[in-house]
């Protein structure tokens, strides 16, 4: 009797003892299996505000983007437009300049260029060109532009047509002519422009006064000039 009475006195502690054991084992955590706590999910509506400021964020990168290719543009058209308008200012210039040192290279005035003058048409407008004392082989000429300002020529040595001629401009520039071989109305002319180029004239058929002729200006362009009804001098020449 006391044995069986210990036994179930031993039994009868068992669930006490496990119990107490069970409250001291650490709690289980879930996880992703490989170690790690599983991720907590976020509310669907957060997920679609996190996404809508992505897409804000890929936007304004884009704009900044579309904005730096325009601006490179625009700048690219800018210098574009700019270099072309110093050709043109540099083309223009140098239209002025042969208009001013080319004797009778438009409209005779009064039939006679040689005495009156001639009217010369440039990119900028009408030169007017009076011949100086009535006598623009011997005296030279005075051009006056569209702007007001004006180019005085002068023969050398009181025979342009042998010598060539200089020609002053308002800026404080001036072209040198020379005659090519001294006769410029068979041979043609070469005339030194401000700045160091050359424009060459060459007479059409060896007869500048009947034929006409062409000057090759700086930049490769050439200005043909023709004798209107083959008399230069009288009915003027016609250039393009």
Known sequence: ????????????????????????????????????????????????????????????????????IQ????????????????????QAKSARYVAAAVFASGRCKFSNCLKDGWTTSTPEGDVDVRCSFSDCMKDGWEARFPDGTTARTRCSFSNC????????????TTARTRCSFSDCMKNGWDTDLPGGDTARTRCSFS????????????????????CNFQKCFVDGATCN
Do not use: I
């Not at 009947?210 to 490769?220: E, I």
């Open 1 to 68: 009797m006391p044995h069986r009475s210990h036994r179930w006195a031993l039994v009868a502690a068992l669930p006490v003892v496990f119990g107490m054991g069970c409250s001291l084992l650490p709690l289980q955590v879930q996880t992703s299996g490989f170690g790690e706590p599983e991720p907590v999910q976020v509310p669907a509506e957060n997920r679609a505000a996190a996404r809508a400021a992505e897409a804000e964020r890929e936007d304004a990168a884009e704009d900044t983007r579309v904005e730096e």
């Open 71 to 90: 601006a490179d543009e625009a700048e690219r058209v800018a210098a574009g437009a700019a270099a072309q308008e110093v050709e043109r200012k540099a």
């Open 161 to 172: 047509m042998k010598d060539g001629w200089e020609t002053s401009f308002s800026d404080g």
């Open 207 to 226: 007869d500048c006064a009947k034929d006409g002729w062409s000057t090759d200006l700086p930049g490769g362009r050439q200005v043909q000039c023709r």
